[in-house]
């Protein structure tokens, strides 16, 4: 594609802010060469039911398959027949609109989002904790002033390249860092201590710190008594936790979690944070509980520069799980069986309460649940590629194949529009105003530097077309861009439609229009943005929520005088160890964990597709131990494969001392023949639904043999 006249290219560049300084990472940098990507999708695509081929279609043709598609599928199998798939990665305005239209366009319990596979363990954890989830209850620059910092299942290095300032600064103040990592990390290597535990014993490691640390006298007694409820309970549990005995389960030794209990009981500030490497797991929320637990036992959350929090992921991660795009969640971070929220929510909505349906079920659930009898016939995606990114691929793929319907909607030919019936082409970052919420529950602002190019619609406009069109009725929403008019050929006659039906708003294609919406749905609810204005982000830097008045202060911190509870103190649950869903045997005898490369994102649509990065990181691989890899006679860059019981995958093998021994490493950024989701286990957290993606029984072969 060629970049029209008025449009010159997009350079990003770096900016002062309190959060990063400045600093970017690569696929920041790179960002915009996507912009203008010849693989990106500029007009609509449908399956020829012909020669079943995806062919250039135009919008009217797309929109009007999609209408009578989801109308026939609802007419034959109910309302819920319909689902709806988002992403943390929507700016907060396109969430809380995919929520409403989930629930009021198409009346269907059935939405969900690629959050559930990302922080929605530490999510729980915090929300039966302290009454509330935000990442961190306290700014992200806390970490270079915290005297001891314990990261577990983080990999910021290459995750999140912009943090690593902080390690930096806390250790040249002299501070201590120690990670959680089966693997000797870019992060672990900086650390002053490594804990190497065997993946999924976790929440043993963490019962041991409190169990030295009651015996060791560093428990807040004080803190716990005033501010605390539950702790008899857990003090009884991590009693069976001595060292000794979760050396022999984890591998990690004695002296060192002796060391690490000092380090976080000695400290005046200490922080713990947990990521992906504790938390996907089918026992996430019981290992993040156990790490709260002991952050609550030292007496750190709400104590200056020390508390718990979780590493965020996606680009809205926080923003993206407040505004409803979540199965039991309706905007503010409700709960939608919970009826004062659906009452608030429904006048806000102009709908009846009765009329909201109630709870859908969590991502995976309803990924498995497709095209079954008693699944949705048709799914609607919004800024995911679960053909690589969910766990036990191979069979989310047959699923998806099995509907009646698949709209996708995305930038780039990801693995799952590839299977679509309609492909809708949509905007970029640069090309569409919003808001994101980041790991600090800070409100940014998202600006637009051009239109999209000719032919291709925002997320909003999208869904407010398809509103219109699912209602029967002229469209109703005015298409206005904040900085001026934003017509594109394609919808300037729909916009003189609007203009003449008297502009009665269905679902608001204009993001300042959806926020001010967002902003009332919100009021009163946890994740509170009332007080939140586009001009006051503006003016800051960003805005905490909960921030209920205009002209009242935000949060920067959390719990300095009391938690969301209703009696103001945190609750401390008892948890247990417990083994992984799969465990090996002599026929799978290896532990399998995945996570991230520092040069590709996610499921890689986007990042696979940019010359520096791919040249950067250009294949999957196989990280295995020399000794390992001796045993099985595999060298160096040779091809393996990597054997489960839901399936296998084959990478280049990668021989590197800094793995245990007994444990494979993959990243999950490709698809096809290297898809590691091939493998990985679909067992879910009972809470919150979270796959173990960080742990299944494998074998490895050499292709050769
Ligand atoms: N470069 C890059 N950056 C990203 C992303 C990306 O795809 N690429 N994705 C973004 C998103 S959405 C997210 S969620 C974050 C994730 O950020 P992280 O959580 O930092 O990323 P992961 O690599 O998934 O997992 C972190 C570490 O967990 C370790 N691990 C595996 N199993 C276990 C275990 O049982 N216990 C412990 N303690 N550790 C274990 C892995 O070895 C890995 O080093 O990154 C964000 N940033
Ligand atoms: N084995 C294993 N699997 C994992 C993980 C792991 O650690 N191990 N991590 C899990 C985690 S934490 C996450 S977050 C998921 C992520 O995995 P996915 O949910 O697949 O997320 P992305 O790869 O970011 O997919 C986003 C898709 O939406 C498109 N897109 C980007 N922006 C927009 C937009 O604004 N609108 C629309 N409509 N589309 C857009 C992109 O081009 C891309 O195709 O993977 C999970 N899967
Ligand atoms: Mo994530």
């Given amino acids: 594609m060629t970049l029209r006249e008025q449009d ?14 400045g600093g970017l990472c690569q696929k920041g940098w790179t960002s915009a060469e996507l912009l203008t990507h010849p693989d990106r999708l500029t007009t609509p695509l449908l399956r020829d039911p012909t020669s079943g081929e995806l062919r250039p279609a135009s919008w009217e043709a797309a929109l009007d398959r999609i209408a009578t598609g989801i109308g026939e599928v609802q007419r034959r199998h109910g309302r819920d027949a319909v689902a709806v798939f988002g992403g943390g990665g929507l700016t907060n305005e396109k969430a809380y609109a995919l929520g409403k239209f989930a629930r009021v366009t198409l009346g269907t319990r059935n939405i969900d989002y690629n959050g559930r596979f990302c922080m929605s363990s530490a999510a729980a954890a915090g929300m039966r904790a302290f009454g509330v989830d935000r990442g961190l209850p306290f700014p992200l620059s806390d970490l270079g002033h915290a005297d001891t910092l314990l990261l577990v299942g983080a990999n910021p290095a290459e995750t999140m390249p912009p943090l690593v300032r902080w390690l930096t600064e806390l250790r040249q103040r002299g501070g201590t860092l120690i990670v959680v990592d089966p693997r000797l990390t870019a992060t672990a290597r900086q650390a002053d201590l490594h804990l190497q535990p ?7 490691v963490a019962n041991a710190l409190l169990h030295i640390a009651l015996t060791e006298g560093y428990v807040d007694d004080d803190y716990v008594a005033t501010r605390t409820t539950g702790f008899t309970d857990v003090r009884r549990t991590v009693a069976g936790w001595w060292p000794a005995r979760t050396e022999a389960l984890s591998g990690v030794p004695v002296a060192d979690l002796e060391a690490t209990a000092r380090a976080l009981g000695t400290a005046e500030r200490a922080i713990i944070l947990t990521a992906r490497g504790a938390e996907q797991h089918a026992k996430g929320v019981d290992t993040v509980t156990a790490f709260v637990n002991l952050a609550l036992a030292l007496g750190l959350p709400g104590r200056p520069g020390s508390g718990y929090g979780c590493l965020t992921g996606q680009g809205n991660g926080q923003g993206g799980r407040e505004h409803g795009q979540k199965a ?3 905007p503010g971070y409700r709960r939608i069986d919970d009826p004062a929220a659906r009452a608030h929510v429904a006048q806000v909505w102009g709908v009846s309460a009765d009329e909201l349906p109630g709870p859908g079920v969590p991502a995976y659930q309803l990924l498995d649940s497709l095209g079954t009898d008693d699944g949705p016939r048709a799914l609607l995606v919004f800024g995911s590629n679960p053909v690589v990114s969910a766990p036990r691929a191979a069979r989310i793929e047959s699923r998806l194949r099995d509907l009646d319907l698949l709209v996708v909607t995305d930038l780039l030919l990801s693995e799952t529009a590839a299977l679509a019936d309609v492909v809708l082409p949509t905007a970029q970052w640069a090309e569409e105003d919003g808001t994101m919420t980041n790991l600090e529950g800070r409100v940014l602002r998202r600006r637009a530097l051009r239109p999209p190019p000719p032919g291709v619609r925002t997320d909003l406009a999208i869904l407010a077309t398809l509103t219109t069109r699912l209602k029967g009725r002229a469209p109703s929403y005015r298409l206005v861009h904040s900085k001026g008019p934003l017509l594109t050929a394609a919808n300037a006659a729909e916009a003189a439609d609007s203009a003449a039906d008297g502009e009665r708003e269905e679902l608001a294609a204009d993001p300042r229009t959806v926020f001010a919406e967002l902003r009332r749905a919100s009021a009163g609810g946890i994740a509170d943005y009332a007080g939140i204005d586009w001009a006051r982000i503006d003016a800051a830097d960003g805005v905490f929520w909960p921030c209920p008045s205009e002209d009242g202060p935000d949060s920067p911190r959390l719990f300095a005088d009391g938690f969301a509870t209703p009696d103001g103190r945190a609750r401390f649950h008892p948890v247990e160890h417990r083994p992984a869903a799969e465990e090996v045997c002599a026929e799978y005898p290896l532990h399998f964990t995945t996570g991230r490369v520092l040069a590709q994102y996610q499921s890689g649509t986007q990042t696979r597709r940019v010359a520096a990065l791919r ?13 390992l890899a001796g045993r099985l006679g595999v060298v160096d860059g040779e091809p393996v494969r990597v054997l489960s019981r839901r399936g296998e995958f084959r990478a280049p093998a990668r021989l590197s001392s800094a793995i245990r021994p007994d444990t494979v490493f993959a990243p999950f950024h490709w698809g096809g023949a290297a898809r590691a989701n091939s493998v990985t286990n679909d067992a879910v957290d009972p809470i919150s639904g979270m796959p173990e993606f960080k742990i299944c029984a494998v074998r490895v072969e050499r292709v050769a043999a």
Avoid at 8 to 21: A, E, I, K
Avoid at 615 to 627: K, T
Wanted: hydrophobic share 40%; net charge negative.
């Fill in 198 to 204: 065997l993946p999924g014993t976790d929440l043993a």
């Fill in 615 to 627: 040249q950067a990181a250009p294949d999957a691989f196989v990280e295995l131990h020399p000794d």
């Fill in 8 to 21: 010159g290219p997009v350079s990003v560049l770096p900016r002062q802010f309190p959060t990063n300084r």
């Fill in 328 to 330: 039991d969640q309706l």
